[in-house]
């Protein structure tokens, strides 16, 4: 991600971090914010019109590796 950012000259202000895109469209929705999310996880939120959903400028594809952490055996580490 610091990579992606870096690229275009921005350095963002990590509020939250989560291990769950659920948890993480519950954060965006109760701060003002963004998060970035895989497009499908937010389908029927776009439909209802419960979060605006933007695209990546440029188009890119992003990447990152997981860290262990206190929950990794509950799931944390899901591929998305």
Do not use: H
């Amino acid at each position: 991600m610091s990579d992606f950012f870096g690229a275009l000259g921005l350095r963002p202000n990590v509020r939250a971090t989560v291990d769950d895109v659920d948890t993480m469209k519950t954060v965006v929705r109760a701060i003002p914010g963004l998060a970035i999310v895989p497009g499908p996880a937010v389908t029927l939120e776009r439909a209802r019109g419960d979060l605006q959903v933007l695209g990546l400028l440029p188009p890119a594809t992003l990447t990152w590796r997981a860290t262990p952490c206190a929950r990794a055996s509950r799931g944390a580490s899901r591929r998305y």
